[in-house]
């Protein structure tokens, strides 16, 4: 008896050190080990959070339904493509993953693990440029259709449209200049100050004085308008009183133009502003081009303002008195009309002009102590395209100018220099017409 036993036990004993080595490596196994999944790799964890140091940050959203899109998978390399880490996005769509320092990485993105129905729009990488030491982000659109290309024909008649706009702009300031040049022969260097004070004018009444947008140009208009009798009053006329040449009442427009632009820093500032209201607006489609209302507002006050200050000048007798001062101021005298007086009344014209210009200019964009000086010598071109001294001239001038300052940069000049294409034309054209397109040969000198 006692032997079986003990052959049992030595039995039993045996058996165990066999079956010990299986025990132990199936104990390192998962007992009930389930099937790798693609899926399985790219959970999305519940919530990822920025990491210490720098690192770089990327958020999927789906841009159609702004949804969140987690578990994605996003490698992030070094310049020499050195694998630097992943991650995976969250609920949340982020994803953060740590970078040695700055330097420039590449984020690649992995189309795959894209949940179904949601599509990648353009490159699947994106290079950094790693700078802070912190956060460094990249972007990735999603969900984001492709905009189509928008055609040569409707770029130019948008182009077109902002030309004429801006060119009636320009036109009512070369207009005043015009008028004021054609009594005086003054070759008004101050002349773009006068466009910013009509602007400055109708940001103070707008924002100082709380004037709707419409009042506060008229009422800058006005003030224009006492501007310019001011300045015949006591500094033009004196001037003329006096004697002094046009040569150097053009050298004093150029002193008091720098004085009036330092006035304007000082008490407006350097920064630029907006009026209360006109800020943005929604374009609306008028068949072939768009426009917002305030732009609307814009062309069509200006052509009203063209329209009745031109027909004015042709039928009314100040008109008739103007340009007679304009061709021949002794004879004009000789003949009975007051010189000065019709002088001033050119000058408190031709600032009004000038300032609702500014104040429309204005409400397109918006008021800087600089805006008249920068249009200044768009200005004397639109004038001297036109024919120095003539209405019309300096209205047909003012549209070219307009329209190739904003057509030009379809045609490869770039925008941050477009002046130069109006520039271009004219001299092109005063090299063939010097006197101007309307102006006549004895005006020249």
């Given at each position: 008896?006692?032997?079986?036993?003990?052959?049992?036990?030595?039995?039993?004993?045996?058996?165990?050190?066999?079956?010990?080595?299986?025990?132990?490596?199936?104990?390192?196994?998962?007992?009930?080990?389930?099937?790798?999944?693609?899926?399985?790799?790219?959970?999305?964890?519940?919530?990822?959070?920025?990491?210490?140091?720098?690192?770089?940050?990327?958020?999927?959203?789906?841009?159609?339904?702004?949804?969140?899109?987690?578990?994605?998978?996003?490698?992030?390399?070094?310049?020499?493509?050195?694998?630097?880490?992943?991650?995976?996005?969250?609920?949340?769509?982020?994803?953060?993953?740590?970078?040695?320092?700055?330097?420039?990485?590449?984020?690649?993105?992995?189309?795959?693990?894209?949940?179904?129905?949601?599509?990648?729009?353009?490159?699947?990488?994106?290079?950094?440029?790693?700078?802070?030491?912190?956060?460094?982000?990249?972007?990735?659109?999603?969900?984001?259709?492709?905009?189509?290309?928008?055609?040569?024909?409707?770029?130019?008649?948008?182009?077109?449209?902002?030309?004429?706009?801006?060119?009636?702009?320009?036109?009512?300031?070369?207009?005043?200049?015009?008028?004021?040049?054609?009594?005086?022969?003054?070759?008004?260097?101050?002349?773009?100050?006068?466009?910013?004070?009509?602007?400055?004018?109708?940001?103070?009444?707008?924002?100082?004085?709380?004037?709707?947008?419409?009042?506060?140009?008229?009422?800058?208009?006005?003030?224009?308008?006492?501007f310019g009798w001011l300045q015949d009053k006591f500094l033009w006329k004196?001037?003329?009183?006096?004697?002094?040449?046009?040569?150097?009442?053009?050298?004093?427009?150029?002193?008091?133009?720098?004085?009036?632009?330092?006035?304007?820093?000082?008490?407006?500032?350097?920064?630029?502003?907006?009026?209360?209201?006109?800020?943005?607006?929604?374009?609306?489609?008028?068949?072939?081009?768009?426009?917002?209302?305030?732009?609307?507002?814009?062309?069509?006050?200006?052509?009203?303002?063209?329209?009745?200050?031109?027909?004015?000048?042709?039928?009314?007798?100040?008109?008739?008195?103007?340009?007679?001062?304009?061709?021949?101021?002794?004879?004009?005298?000789?003949?009975?009309?007051?010189?000065?007086?019709?002088?001033?009344?050119?000058?408190?014209?031709?600032?009004?002009?000038?300032?609702?210009?500014?104040?429309?200019?204005?409400?397109?964009?918006?008021?800087n102590f600089q805006m008249g000086f920068k249009l200044l010598?768009?200005?004397?071109?639109?004038?001297?395209?036109?024919?120095?001294?003539?209405?019309?001239?300096?209205?047909?001038?003012?549209?070219?100018?307009?329209?190739?300052?904003?057509?030009?940069?379809?045609?490869?000049?770039?925008?941050?220099?477009?002046?130069?294409?109006?520039?271009?034309?004219?001299?092109?054209?005063?090299?063939?017409?010097?006197?101007?397109?309307?102006?006549?040969?004895?005006?020249?000198?």
């Amino acid at each position: 008896m006692r032997r079986t036993t003990h052959v049992l036990v030595t039995a039993v004993l045996a058996l165990m050190v066999l079956l010990l080595p299986a025990t132990a490596a199936s104990a390192t196994e998962d007992p009930s080990p389930a099937p790798a999944s693609p899926s399985a790799s790219t959970t999305a964890p519940t919530q990822n959070t920025p990491p210490q140091g720098a690192f770089i940050g990327v958020t999927l959203v789906d841009s159609s339904t702004d949804d969140p899109i987690p578990g994605v998978t996003l490698v992030v390399t070094d310049a020499d493509k050195t694998e630097i880490g992943e991650g995976v996005t969250d609920t949340d769509g982020r994803a953060f993953i740590s970078i040695p320092g700055q330097g420039e990485y590449t984020v690649e993105l992995e189309e795959d693990t894209l949940p179904d129905g949601i599509e990648l729009n353009g490159s699947t990488t994106r290079t950094v440029n790693a700078l802070l030491d912190g956060g460094n982000f990249a972007q990735f659109q999603i969900g984001v259709a492709e905009q189509a290309s928008v055609p040569f024909s409707e770029r130019f008649i948008t182009a077109l449209v902002g030309g004429i706009k801006f060119g009636l702009i320009i036109g009512l300031a070369a207009l005043g200049l015009s008028l004021i040049f054609g009594t005086t022969k003054l070759t008004n260097f101050s002349h773009g100050e006068l466009i910013t004070f009509g602007a400055i004018a109708t940001y103070v009444m707008n924002r100082a004085f709380g004037l709707p947008v419409i009042l506060a140009v008229v009422a800058a208009v006005v003030v224009s308008a006492g501007f310019g009798w001011l300045q015949d009053k006591f500094l033009w006329k004196p001037l003329r009183n006096k004697g002094i040449g046009i040569i150097a009442m053009m050298i004093v427009s150029i002193g008091f133009g720098l004085f009036l632009r330092f006035v304007f820093q000082f008490g407006f500032g350097g920064s630029r502003r907006s009026l209360s209201q006109y800020v943005t607006q929604p374009r609306k489609d008028y068949g072939f081009f768009s426009l917002a209302d305030k732009e609307a507002g814009i062309i069509i006050v200006a052509i009203v303002v063209l329209t009745v200050t031109c027909v004015g000048l042709m039928k009314t007798r100040l008109g008739k008195a103007m340009r007679a001062v304009s061709d021949n101021p002794a004879l004009s005298a000789s003949s009975g009309l007051r010189v000065d007086g019709v002088i001033r009344s050119v000058w408190v014209l031709g600032t009004a002009l000038t300032g609702l210009s500014g104040a429309l200019l204005a409400i397109n964009s918006q008021v800087n102590f600089q805006m008249g000086f920068k249009l200044l010598l768009l200005v004397f071109a639109a004038v001297t395209l036109g024919g120095l001294g003539t209405i019309w001239g300096a209205l047909l001038g003012s549209m070219i100018i307009g329209i190739l300052y904003e057509v030009g940069p379809l045609f490869g000049i770039p925008s941050s220099i477009k002046e130069v294409g109006a520039l271009v034309v004219l001299i092109l054209i005063l090299l063939v017409r010097p006197q101007g397109i309307l102006g006549r040969p004895e005006r020249i000198g």
